[in-house]
């Protein structure tokens, strides 16, 4: 028997795996049993109605997808009449995720989610933050650190900030993220990108540019968990191109706590089932008997120590 | 974000299934008819339902996503469900590549299929291309209820129409018209409809595969107080109501435009609802 | 007949096609026709001698691979007796890439550079930077623009500045290298990025860390190529993942004057040629009668006829 | 960066081939034997040459890079090129799911290969594991020339020792050790050695596949002046000299130690020239 269950920022949850913001809601019931899942985490609520980009919103790459949907949102009010008793339904703890366009916004719907059957804060900070100059508030430690210290003010709820891969300075802002307050760092939200139909001339996705995930992102994404694992003390939320169990196992011998799976789901809807099973299965073989052990389990040997094992192994 | 009309279930009502095709041929130059073996939930599609098929790689490339396909036909009995798909890119292309014998993985069975109401004697289905894929589980559907089909089927080329066999199979009377000799025509359509309504054989349109005949079927409608139903396409990536890759812009109740998702709130939609095809 | 001459920043070249610095060398003789290309781009080099990184170098990963060479280098001396002697045989120009720890070090490079046969330089300044915080001179504007302006005072060569995607500002250190001089840039190196054997819980990597190229980065470097086409008036030079005439297009269409390819000379050694046969087939099929009229070309439509002109293709 | 040794040619020695699968037959549990038909320069092909595959790809992955196989037997005259290889990983398995008929892409010849200097009349083939298919073209090359060849063929198992029969059809002696019971073991293989060399048998040694045997093989030709080769592996993107992925620690003519590519200065190396295999 191996135990599963990790802490993540004060939010105990039976296993690591859970869905990425935006690639789950209570469609997938039909498919997987939600009470396997470590948690919930829901697509991005706004305070606001919002309607998104426009279409196309989807297109494929090598190894991965684009979309643009941008965060439609049915706003705060569809949030507790509908979602919130949805998922009261099921064991697993609810992360909430939310976005807002000013560090107020943010700490406003913050503190309006502090109610029963609201486990956990996931802020989105990748989005435009209209106070300075538009740019996402996750691209420097700056505004990073000012849009946590007012969340951190306003909930008491364990809080996890999600960052963005798009900044040259990803390990700053988590020390900026940890510095003000937050339990957590789930690294990270899309990197940004596009596409053309070289038929027509025209961006693939109505919006032009669109975030990536998938396989194709997952040794960029691992590098950032990484750096943030040698820069902040407070737990990782590894996510990225997951789609197996060796996927999340990587993750966490990174430094990763736990980890979050969204494209993947849509290949493969029972993809996060196989990933606890599979890292179930990993931990068994090879003798661990908490899966929390294999964070930041990463040999660093000195360099011709890894150079002679690889040969050693190559050898035959 | 979440549909709450959705019910908590014991069981599961969507699968991913590892089918084995049974055939794969081609029926014209652009179309090919894919048969593969189906146990419950697959078996359990309805017309206008949709699977979500793991396309095999080809030269023509690695299909990422999934793609989204019509349910031609289903067989509970033999445990079969069929395709009938065009040939356009990496996934379709891939598509094309599977033998008798191989593996398909697919999701499904998915969204919203069409609905007879018990108090319509006559429908008229009106499909163009791959729309006619779409269509024709409603010839079966339609004949189990004792509903009268009108089936106006639309083409580039005589050669491109299909189901004409189908639907006559299951008794419906089926008008072929395409570009090549210009019956195709919005205007030509037209007059064929109100020819039907006059004749009391319009208790409600069906359509799926142009945005023209939508356009024309919702002025008829309107105008005559007909109903309908319209199957759309878009995009997709999950199939599943959770990514709002797959919105088009549909009448919100209050007047204004609001997004609706294709794959969860669709595929099939009230004739009146899309602003588009 | 399509004319396939571009211009880059001064130099003119028969094709737009070329391969990226560190993926060619001699040896693919062999195996093409070297006075088909564009032009010469050669490993990055370095005034000292300098052994590169521990093995292994090299891991794949989902569509791509991550390479953590480092930059071996035979030192100047090798470069004038033996590599220039040897491009000197052929018609395209020799485009340098130079390295350097500091910007003096950049400068005097350059400046001993301008000699016969040395057609352009290359600055990857995508190198640590020691005289500020070991950071690389491309991850900010600021190194950026004190780096460019000492190379623009130390030749007059045509100065391509080959950019780092890693900064989360890649439009601003654009318009520093324009500002300073530059008369192009490269957008762009590798993606920091990693990967764990989960066998041996060890980096698939000697160095841990290395770049990350091949058709997995493409989304990524040309949502850049457009950022910096709309950011700087000079020559822009795309490289990141391209395989095809189709990929080379769609990085001119978004703004690129002319590509460089990598990866995709190791998996196929013909890629280079076969890239610029299949942009003449293309131009001839669409009807250019001069490849340079693709620079830039992307159709930004409104939001809702690109909508509309999407549902019409999928229509029928 | 630049091998100024490398000749500019008209024709071009490398090329990149579609090859037909004639044969791809398990010959243990372990390895398998892949025979396609090849084509100049492809047929060329020098005993310790090797070639660079494009695997493709299988439910074990997506192998991106080629893969380097040593050439186990080339046939110019049936147009024919053999590779004998060891079951590893996504590349491997990919291999071994071609079947006659498929198709492979194959760049090549690559590389330095073996030489037989016309002095030597018996020389000293050892082996181990995937080190034996890179040995394994010398027996004829050796044939060829006259020269004597005593094989000592190193494995886990008896049943995992390849070439047996290859290298006595060329009239080698063979010798084999496996650790099962022992006799691979360092300290015997060296009495075997030291047996040949005193019988005079021993005018160079040639290697592959083993660390330990190199650094024995190294100690005993520094004692007894006895030259000799060895095929060197390391993991490789290009295998044209280009990206410097593949070098691997070697004796400075200065006395210190450099790097050298084995794609490209090798992989087949003077005895003493590397650090390690
Ligand atoms: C509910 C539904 C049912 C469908 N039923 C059928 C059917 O029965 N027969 C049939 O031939 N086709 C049907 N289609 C269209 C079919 O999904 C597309 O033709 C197919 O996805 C094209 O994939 P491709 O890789 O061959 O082409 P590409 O053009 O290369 O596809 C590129 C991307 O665009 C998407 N795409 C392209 N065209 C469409 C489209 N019309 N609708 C949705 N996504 C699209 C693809 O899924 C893929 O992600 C249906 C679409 C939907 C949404
Ligand atoms: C010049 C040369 C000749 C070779 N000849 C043979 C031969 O005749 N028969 C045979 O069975 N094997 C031979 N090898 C080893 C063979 O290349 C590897 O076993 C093979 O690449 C493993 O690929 P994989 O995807 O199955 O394994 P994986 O372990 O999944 O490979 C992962 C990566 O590591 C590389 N790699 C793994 N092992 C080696 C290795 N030993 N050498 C180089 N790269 C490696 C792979 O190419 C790939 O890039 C040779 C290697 C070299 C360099
Ligand atoms: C369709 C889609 C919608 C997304 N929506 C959100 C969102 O609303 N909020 C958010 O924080 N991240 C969103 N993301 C990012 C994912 O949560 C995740 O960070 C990213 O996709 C990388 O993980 P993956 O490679 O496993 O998909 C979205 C991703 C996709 C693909
Ligand atoms: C093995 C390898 C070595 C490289 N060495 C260098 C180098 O020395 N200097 C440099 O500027 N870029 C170097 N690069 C980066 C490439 O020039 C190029 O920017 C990158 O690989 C992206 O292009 P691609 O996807 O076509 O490979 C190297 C890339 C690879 C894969
Ligand atoms: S395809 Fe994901 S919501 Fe419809
Ligand atoms: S594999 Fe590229 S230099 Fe050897």
């Known amino acids: 028997m191996v135990d599963l269950a990790v802490d993540i920022g004060g939010l105990r949850l039976a296993n690591p795996v859970m869905p990425a913001s935006g690639t789950f809601s209570d469609g997938l019931a039909r498919v997987i049993d939600f009470n396997r899942l470590g948690a919930f985490v829901i697509k991005t609520v706004t305070r606001e109605l919002r309607a998104g980009n426009p279409t196309p919103r989807v297109a494929e790459t090598a190894g991965g997808m684009l979309n643009s949907i941008g965060i439609p949102s049915k706003g705060i009010d569809y949030f507790f009449d509908e979602t919130l008793p949805f998922y009261k339904r099921f064991k697993p703890p609810l992360v909430v995720s939310i976005s807002a366009p000013t560090a107020d916004g943010f700490a406003s719907l913050a503190t309006e989610l502090g109610v029963s059957g609201v486990a956990a804060i996931e802020a989105n900070i990748s989005c435009p933050n209209l106070e300075e100059d538009g740019r996402a508030f996750a691209m420097t430690p700056h505004a990073t650190a000012s849009v946590v210290a007012r969340l951190r003010a306003a909930t008491k709820l364990p809080l996890w900030v999600k960052l963005t891969p798009n900044t040259g300075d990803i390990a700053d802002v988590a020390r900026a993220a940890e510095a003000n307050g937050a339990d957590a760092v789930v690294v990270a939200n899309t990197i940004l990108a596009m596409s053309i139909d070289v038929a027509t001339f025209r961006p693939r996705l109505g919006s032009v540019t669109g975030g990536l995930s998938g396989p194709a992102v997952k040794p960029v994404i691992l590098r950032q968990v990484y750096q943030c694992a040698r820069a902040v003390k407070i737990d990782i939320v590894g996510c990225g191109g997951i789609a197996t169990g060796a996927d999340a196992v990587e993750y966490m011998l990174a430094g990763a706590s736990a980890v979050q799976i969204g494209t993947a789901t849509f290949i493969h809807p029972t993809a996060l089932i196989r990933v606890i099973d599979e890292i179930e299965e990993f931990c068994n073989h090879r003798g661990f008997s908490r899966i929390s052990a294999l964070t930041g389990a990463l040999m660093r040997a000195g360099v011709d120590e890894t150079d002679l094992e690889w040969r050693q192994e190559a050898g035959e | ?277």
């Open chain 2, 1 to 277: 974000m979440m549909d709450s009309l959705y019910p908590v279930r014991e069981g599961f009502s969507v699968a991913e299934q590892s089918a084995v095709v049974i055939a794969n041929t081609a029926v014209n130059p652009e179309y090919r008819h894919l048969v593969v073996t189906a146990e419950p939930p697959a078996t359990a599609a309805l017309a206008g339902q949709f699977f979500h098929l793991l396309c095999p790689s080809s030269p023509d490339g690695n299909p990422f996503l999934r793609r989204p396909m019509s349910v031609y036909a289903v067989d509970a009995m033999r445990g079969r469900v069929e395709f009938l798909y065009k040939l356009m890119g990496a996934g379709t292309r891939g598509l094309a590549m599977l033998e008798p014998g191989d593996r398909l993985n697919m999701l499904g069975p998915l969204g919203k299929g069409f609905a007879l109401d018990p108090a319509w004697k006559h429908i008229i289905v009106l499909g163009r291309g791959v729309g006619l894929a779409t269509l024709a589980p409603l010839a079966l559907m339609a004949e189990r209820a004792s509903v009268r089909v009108t089936a106006i089927l639309s083409a580039r080329r005589p050669d491109l129409v299909m189901s004409v066999d189908l639907f006559r199979a299951r008794g419906a009377e089926v008008i072929v018209v395409n570009d090549a000799d210009h019956s195709s025509e919005v205007g030509n359509v037209e007059r064929l409809l109100r020819d039907l309504v006059a004749r009391g054989r319009a208790d409600a349109f069906f359509t799926c595969g142009s945005n023209r005949l939508l356009l024309l079927l919702q002025r008829l409608g309107n105008e005559h107080g007909i109903p309908g139903q319209v199957a759309l396409e878009q995009q997709m990536a999950c199939a599943l109501g959770m990514c709002f890759c797959c919105v088009r812009d549909f009448h919100a109740p209050n007047g204004g435009v609001e997004h609706r998702r294709v794959c969860w709130e669709g595929p099939v939609f009230g004739l009146q609802e899309p602003l588009s095809w």
